[in-house]
Structures are given as C-alpha cells and as structure tokens.
C-alpha cells in the first residue's frame, strides 16, 4: 500500500519555547502512523514532537514555514486545509468500520492532560497516555515550558486551543497569611487568578482539576515521573516538571492511565524493550 504524506496550508501563528512561527499540519492517509513517523524522522523532527489525536484519525506533527518547504522537497504533498478536514473525514470512516469488525484485535486511545503549576514562573507540561489496546501503552511529552507572568495566560488559552486536552490540572495554590506577607504575595495573587481564568475561561469545558502541590509531590515524585519516562525530558525545568506531577497523577486517578510504579506497568515495558 502506497502511503502519502501531506503537508497543509493551515499558517496557525503560535509561539513554542521563544520562537514565533506560523504553523502547519504534517499527517498521512493512513490510521497507522509508522510512515507518516519515518518520514518525519527524515526531514528532523523528532519523536516527541508526534500529536497523537484522541484516536489516530488525528495523529500529525506540527512544522513551521521552513520545515513545510523541506517537507515538499522530500516528497510530501501539499494541500490545502480544507483537503485535511476530507482526509480527516475518510479516515474516520475507515476507523469506526475498523472499530466494528470482528478482525479487529486492538484500537489505539489518547488521553491528554495539561498540568499547570501557577506562580512567577509558570509550569506548563502537557502529558498524553497512548493506550495500544492490547495491553501495552506509554506517556508522552508533547509539550513543556516554564511562562512568564505576561506569557501565561494568553499561552495557555493557545494551548487548550491546540491540544484539546481531556483534562487540565492545575496545582491548588494556597497562601498562608505569612506568605501573603512575605515577597510571594504577588505569585500568589497572580496564581489565583490564572487559576481562575483557566476555569471560568478556555478551560470551562474541560475537566478543571486541582491539587495541593504538598498532595501531588508525596504521590509523583521523581521515581513515578522517572518509571514513566518523563523526568529526563524536564531537566532543569523545576516548575514543567512540577506540571507534569499534575498532569501525571490525574491521569491515573481518573483511570485513564496505568500507575508507572505498579507491577503491571513494569511487566509491560519490559516487554516492549524485549
């Protein structure tokens, strides 16, 4: 079977860790998405870069201007985005037919979550759980980042925009009264507010969910975020990986992802290395 690989012509202005471009979708035709990562591996771009869709109908990566031109002189298709949205629509036929047959022995899931840890300086990690169906399945960074005050709330809406995330968790910030006397006054006034503008703004139709940063650090510490393979990912980014213990303990309190200590994650990733 011949695979296309397209590029389209979406131009989304968006900002991802400092640098400012226009945006567009790189995506295939088929639901299995190895030749559609193969190729991107051939003009550099990454494996953690991949945007799995809550099913693969709506597995892509995301390139800018410049990689969407390396994309054409490697072979990809350009098209436009109203040729994605029938791409997308074909796709989804072929997989709910695949959902109702009987040969069919496993369909691929995404939950995704964005984890916020509010204050001075923003956390932001987005986690994603890719169920196999089959018994296997592994977390995903799509994206983590440290804000500024002036670039939290506008890059957050962004975010909830682009990702559409099944949940967004953000750390219940308290201030004691001696902290609200002390120079974290501030962080904690802007904390609260960010905290509500998530929930009564981009994020009210999401699942808003909080946690104490003292309740989220005694159950995913560095050894849980480790098991899961995100703590190498978030080197030197103390407030991103302090997002992702949000994002990672929703997902697994909600059930849609596995515990990475329990004895069952071990035996499966075991097995995936083997």
């Known amino acids: 079977m011949t695979v296309t690989v397209y590029v389209d012509s979406a131009f989304i202005p968006h900002t991802v860790n400092g640098h400012k471009d ?6 295939s035709d088929q639901l299995d998405p190895t030749e559609l990562h193969e ?11 991949f945007q799995p869709g809550r099913t693969p109908v709506e597995d892509h990566y995301d390139v800018t201007r410049a990689l969407r031109r390396h994309a054409f002189l490697n072979g990809a298709t350009p098209t436009e985005l109203r040729h994605f949205i029938e791409i997308l ?32 300086t923003t956390g932001v990690a987005v986690v994603s759980y890719v169920n196999n169906g089959d018994g296997s399945g592994g977390f995903v960074l799509s994206w983590a980042g440290q804000l500024t005050r002036e670039e939290a709330l506008p890059r957050i809406g962004d975010m909830i925009t682009k990702f559409q995330p099944d949940a ?22 802007f904390a609260r507010e960010l905290i509500g503008a998530v929930i009564y703004g981009p994020g009210a139709r999401h699942a808003v969910l909080t946690h104490t940063a003292s309740q989220v650090k ?7 975020l480790d098991a899961a393979g995100l703590l190498a990912q978030l080197k030197g980014q103390q407030h991103a990986r302090d997002a992702a213990r949000h994002a990672l303990i929703t997902l697994v309190e909600r059930d849609w992802a596995p515990d990475p200590l329990s004895p069952s994650w071990a035996r499966s990733t075991s097995e995936n290395r083997s």
């Open 168 to 189: 967004v968790a953000v750390e219940g910030f308290i201030v004691s009264n001696r902290s609200a006397r002390s120079r974290s006054a501030g962080a904690g006034e």
């Open 22 to 27: 226009e945006w567009c979708h790189l995506f």
């Open 218 to 224: 005694r159950w995913a510490t560095d050894k849980r």
């Open 89 to 120: 629509a074909a796709k989804r036929k072929e997989f709910r037919a695949a959902a109702g047959g009987e040969g069919v022995a496993r369909m691929i899931s995404v939950r995704r979550v964005i984890g916020i840890d509010p204050g001075g």
């Open 39 to 49: 190729f991107a591996q051939g003009i550099g771009l990454k494996r953690e870069w």
